[in-house]
Structure formats: C-alpha cells, structure tokens
C-alpha cells in the first residue's frame, strides 16, 4: 500500500524559500507521477505543481509558475517542491499525492494516494 508523507513545512516571512519533501512507501516509486496540491483556509484545494515518472516532464500551476521547482529523486523514493519568492498568498497546507495518469496531472480525483499535509504559513 503506497503511502506519503510530507515534510518542510513551516513559519517563513514573504520573500524567503522553503523545500517541502515527500517520502513514498509501499510501492513503485518510478511508476507514479507526483503532485504538489495546496489548500487554503476556506478555498478549494488546488493544483501547484506536477512531475512525471521519468523526471522528464514538469507543470505548475499559474500562480507559482516561474518561483516553484518541483522534482524528485527515484533512487530515494522521494519528491521535492522547492518554493521560492513565497508571499502571504503562498500560505496553505501543501499536499503531495501520487498517481499514474500524467495526462491527467492537474485532476485530483485521478490521484490515488494523498499524504496528510505540510503547512507553509508566511508571514509579511
């Protein structure tokens, strides 16, 4: 059973970086594209940003396009989101969720594991 856990999370005042981890158990780590989602209080969750099986293909979201770095390491089961130039509005709990649909990256309901969050908060 495949599972994630999210790590990095913090308190950051606006125009600092942060890296968030996410840790793959339970299956073929090389088999599965990654995504970064996020929510914040009272708004839907959203798509930040995806990344292929292979390492080769890599798409954001609009409003982190440009000051986000997704990435991943296949030989340690693990997936980066690098977040650079973070404002306010960059503040949520970030997810990372696997599936194996990379056509279909930025629809949530085709991912078919979630871990539990990492809150990002920033400060101004």
């Known amino acids: 059973q495949v599972q994630l856990t999210e790590s990095g999370g913090g308190l950051v005042q606006a125009g600092d970086s942060l890296r968030l981890s996410c840790s793959f158990s339970?299956?073929?780590?090389?088999?599965?594209?990654m995504g970064w989602f996020r929510q914040a209080p009272g708004e839907n969750r959203r798509f930040v940003a995806g990344?292929?099986?292979?390492?080769?293909?890599?798409i954001y979201g609009a409003s982190v396009e440009g000051r986000f770095i997704i990435s991943r390491d296949n030989s340690k089961n693990m997936a980066y989101l690098q977040m650079n130039s973070l404002k306010p509005d960059d503040a949520a709990v970030y997810y990372c969720?696997?599936?194996?649909?990379?056509?279909?990256?930025?629809?949530?309901?085709?991912?078919?594991?979630w871990g539990l969050g990492t809150q990002v908060t920033v400060s101004t």
């Open positions: 990344i292929d099986e292979t390492n080769s293909l890599t």
């Open positions: 969720a696997a599936t194996k649909s990379w056509r279909l990256v930025k629809v949530q309901s085709k991912y078919e594991t």
């Open positions: 339970g299956g073929t780590f090389s088999a599965y594209t």
